[in-house]
């Protein structure tokens, strides 16, 4: 071999090196500032491993779903022994739930909420009751979004829009209730997808028909009519619950 042509060869090798560096420190992340134009960044929790993200929640998280309904039911019946049980169980699974899941996007809020909903209850109040509830399952939902082959907070989504439902019927409160069904009948359109499964394809076909049915009552003011379909859309919303807790 020549003098040039290794010489050549060399220098090939210089470049290409220098530019496998180059494109390696470019791969690297700088260090998070300290500071930015208006003030101290928020600090950001890092992702979890790919493979935990796409990890089954803990049945506890749907458990939680199912007390809220114990929870909520008191709350408007003004039944509160029922609700001061419900709360203890709904206290019992969150702590047992947050030691699986560890510091999630969702907790935090979750954890306030259901302090709240402790005072609020042992005060028996009734709508500051079922507004913690509902912000505690919203954090609860939050945390579900993590977990992206699960549909949980898709479930925990549709519950809180029936109970939402659910609360100003009682209260006879139309106006309200017209709004909050056409939130209930957006929120199930959006879940349903996440929802279709062969075992529950059924089920979900059933819901569908409920929530195009009792917004047709709601529009009517019929309360009678509204009453049995959310009898109907909180037993298929159980099944549905229960079918993904127990895969």
Known sequence: ?????????????MISCSLLLNGCSMLISANKPEIGPAGTPVATKANPPFIQRFMSPPVELYDLEATAGVIFEGIIKNN????????KNLSTLWSQAKNLI???KGVKAADE??????????????????????????????????????PLSDIIGVGNSIRTVSF????NDWHSTTAKMKELDNTWGQAKPSMESVGIFGRITTTHS???QMKDAVDAENKGSVEEHLANI??????????????
């Not at 509160?80 to 709360?87: D, F």
């Not at 709240?116 to 979004?145: C, H, P, Q, R, W």
């Not at 100003?168 to 209260?171: I, S």
């Not at 909180?234 to 895969?247: A, H, P, Q, V, W």
């Open 1 to 13: 071999m020549s003098y040039f042509k290794s010489a050549h060869i060399g220098i090939g090798m």
């Open 234 to 247: 909180n037993e298929s919303m159980g099944y549905i619950r229960d079918y993904y807790r127990n895969k």
């Open 80 to 87: 509160w022994s029922q609700v001061e049980s419900g709360l």
């Open 168 to 171: 100003y019927v009682a209260n």
């Open 113 to 150: 909420a259901i302090e709240k909903l402790t005072i609020t209850v042992s005060e028996k109040k009734n709508i500051d009751s079922y507004e913690n509830l509902t912000k505690f399952m919203a954090g609860i939902g939050e945390i579900g979004k993590s977990y992206k082959l699960s």
């Open 210 to 212: 409920i929530v195009k």
């Open 102 to 104: 560890g510091d999630k």
